[in-house]
């Protein structure tokens, strides 16, 4: 078994506790928040995006766990030629799972790993919504970005029965209110990372397609896809019989 881990993506970071594995995280990003009560004492080795190489291989790690969208390439190629490093590719569901089975796999965690992707597909399977809505979900500002078909978030919000108004587009685009007003949504997310929209956000988007319904929702929910989906599940209920 790995006896020294580093995460390098947070929503991994949160899969390594929930997986009990608390007295072999070694280092986290900057990034990584959750467990909050757990996190704090965990040597920190930058950003996600912004590694410390250096301070990475000081502490020695037996194991990198990795995320190709999330991380950087050439660092991660320089972590590798010294250090073994995992690297998942996650961009929907079924794939969400797979990531949790083989971190439990490499960690000696496979009975726990699989408990906890057979849970999160049984609620995903639960959720059955009695109607869609033509959905424009927001993650950045000055330039407004959103998400195409062939991200996470995007299979997040389908399964919960949000129709991507942006799914004939890929990866992040960038869009304009202008062209989101003549796409006639009738429901506008403005997600809490990585831009931290605030109300006064939705009040701008509001101003421009009053006909939408235009709300701030928890990021966290559609885009960590660890452990944190099992909290997600519920989440996205509680959003769909309110809607």
């Known amino acids: 078994m790995v006896q020294r881990i580093i995460s390098v993506v947070p929503s991994q970071t949160e899969l390594l506790f929930d997986l009990g594995l608390e007295q ?8 990584c928040e959750r467990p909050a009560d757990k996190v704090k004492q965990v040597p920190k080795i930058g950003g996600t995006k912004n590694l410390k190489v250096d301070k990475i291989l000081s502490l020695k790690p037996d194991l990198v766990i990795a995320n190709k969208e999330e991380n950087e390439k050439e660092q991660i190629e320089e972590l590798a030629r010294h250090v073994p490093v995992w690297t998942s590719d996650v961009n929907d569901l079924p794939s969400a799972l797979e990531m949790i089975r083989e971190v439990g796999r ?46 996470f ?14 799914s004939r587009k890929i990866r992040y685009p960038e869009t304009s209110l202008e062209e989101l007003a003549a ?20 009040e701008e988007v509001l101003q421009a397609i009053p006909s939408a319904r ?22 996205l209920k509680k959003l769909r019989l309110a809607a």
């Open 153 to 166: 978030i995007h299979d997040v919000m389908e399964r919960a029965g949000y129709k991507n108004i942006y």
């Open 24 to 31: 072999h995280v070694a280092g986290i990003t900057w990034f």
């Open 214 to 235: 235009v709300e701030l929702t928890d990021g966290q929910v559609f885009s960590w896809y660890g452990s944190r989906l099992l909290q997600s599940i519920e989440v």
């Open 106 to 151: 490499l960690c000696d965690k496979q009975e726990e790993a699989e408990e906890m992707a057979a849970k999160i597909a049984a609620g995903f399977a639960e959720l059955r919504p009695a109607s869609t809505e033509r959905t424009a979900y927001l993650i950045w500002r000055q330039p407004w970005m959103t998400v195409g078909r062939d991200t």
């Open 183 to 202: 796409s006639e949504p009738e429901v506008i997310l403005l997600s809490s990372e990585p831009f931290p929209f605030k109300q006064k956000h939705v």
